[in-house]
C-alpha cells in the first residue's frame, strides 16, 4: 500500500509541474483532447499499420483502435515523452476479452517490477510490447482477434487509469 501512495505521490508531483500556460489549449466543457483512431493508417487491407504514442503526462493519444478480425497488426508504441522507464514507464498491452481492467492493473501495481507485464498475469493478456522510456519506441506484429472490443492498457504501477483504450475488432 505504501508503495502505491508513493507511486501516486510521484505522479501527482511529475504532473504538476512545468505550469505553461500558453503552450496548452484551454479547456472547453464537452471537448476532446485525444484522437480517434482511423481504422488503419495504411492503405494495405492485409495489414493495419497502426502507430500509438505516450507521454509524460500519462495520456495515450488514441482511445480507440480499429481492425478486422485476422487482419494482421504492426503496432508501434512511442514513448513521446522525456522521462525515464523508472519513472515514467509505458507499455501498451491488449487484454483477453474476459479479463478485467481494474483487476490486471492493481496486479501489475502490486508487483512493483514496472519492467512490464508480470509472469502471474500474463494469461490474462493477447499481447503487450516492452516497456519504453522516454524518447524509445517498440513494434509488435500480431493477428487481430476474433471480432469484438477489447481493452488496451499501460501496465505501468497506476497508469491503467488514464492510459486504456478500446481496440474494435470488425
Known amino acids: ?48 499499420n497502426i502507430t500509438i504514442t505516450g507521454n509524460d503526462e500519462m495520456k495515450f493519444n488514441k482511445s480507440e483502435i480499429h481492425v478486422k478480425a485476422g487482419q494482421k497488426v504492426k503496432l508501434t508504441l512511442k514513448h513521446i515523452g522525456k522521462l525515464d522507464k523508472n519513472v515514467m514507464g509505458h507499455d501498451w498491452a491488449l487484454l483477453k476479452k474476459d479479463a478485467d481492467m481494474d483487476a490486471v492493473g492493481k496486479a501489475a501495481a502490486l508487483d512493483g517490477d514496472k519492467e512490464g507485464v508480470p509472469d502471474d498475469i500474463k494469461d490474462k493478456f493477447i499481447v503487450y510490447t516492452k516497456m519504453l522510456g522516454g524518447g524509445e519506441s517498440d513494434t509488435i506484429e500480431f493477428d487481430a482477434p476474433p471480432a469484438g472490443t477489447y481493452t488496451f492498457i499501460c501496465t505501468f504501477p497506476a497508469h491503467y487509469m488514464t492510459m486504456n483504450g478500446k481496440f474494435i475488432v470488425d
Open 1 to 48: 500500500m505504501k508503495k502505491l501512495i508513493l507511486i501516486f505521490a510521484a505522479a501527482l508531483v511529475i504532473s504538476c509541474g512545468n505550469n505553461k500556460k500558453d503552450e496548452k489549449p484551454e479547456m472547453q466543457i464537452g471537448t476532446q483532447t485525444q484522437e480517434k483512431a482511423t481504422p488503419t493508417e495504411s492503405s494495405d487491407d492485409a495489414v493495419a
